[in-house]
């Protein structure tokens, strides 16, 4: 099972941008779909953006289209997420995932589509 690790979260002013990584481990990494979820306090998992094994298909929940960016490279077992135009909303830990279904489906599907998770990377946005 691939084992997955977050990093590059921190502290930004809303308007700004961050970018966050999740490096994998494992030779099966190209065969997932990855995706990003986020978690505010007390609040549930939601998902913010998947993409497909091959990187060729993205998806995104509604709050973050045309602000947000996943992206993958597989020769690097590593998963992106360019976060622009941040808002005290996006304040959240923002979970790697790795599912072994269509990209397509986890938006839907959420949570229960996930089958490797990372450990979470903070962000925060300053009003």
């Known amino acids: 099972q691939v084992q997955l690790a977050e990093s590059g979260g921190g502290l930004v002013q809303a308007g700004g941008s961050l970018s966050i990584s999740c490096a994998a481990s494992?030779?099966?990494?190209?065969?997932?779909?990855m995706a990003w979820f986020r978690q505010a306090p007390g609040l549930e998992r939601e998902f913010v953006a998947a993409?497909?094994?091959?990187?060729?298909?993205?998806y995104y929940t509604d709050s973050v289209k045309g602000r947000f960016t996943i992206s993958r490279d597989n020769a690097k077992n590593t998963v992106y997420l360019q976060m622009n135009s941040l808002k005290p909303e996006d304040t959240a830990v923002y979970y790697c995932?790795?599912?072994?279904?269509?990209?397509?489906?986890?938006?839907?599907?959420?949570?229960?589509?996930?089958?490797?998770w990372g450990q979470g990377t903070l962000v925060t946005v300053s009003s």
């Open positions: 993409v497909s094994d091959s990187g060729g298909s993205t």
């Open positions: 995932a790795a599912a072994f279904t269509p990209a397509s489906t986890i938006g839907t599907r959420t949570t229960k589509a996930v089958d490797a």
């Open positions: 494992g030779r099966t990494f190209r065969t997932y779909a």
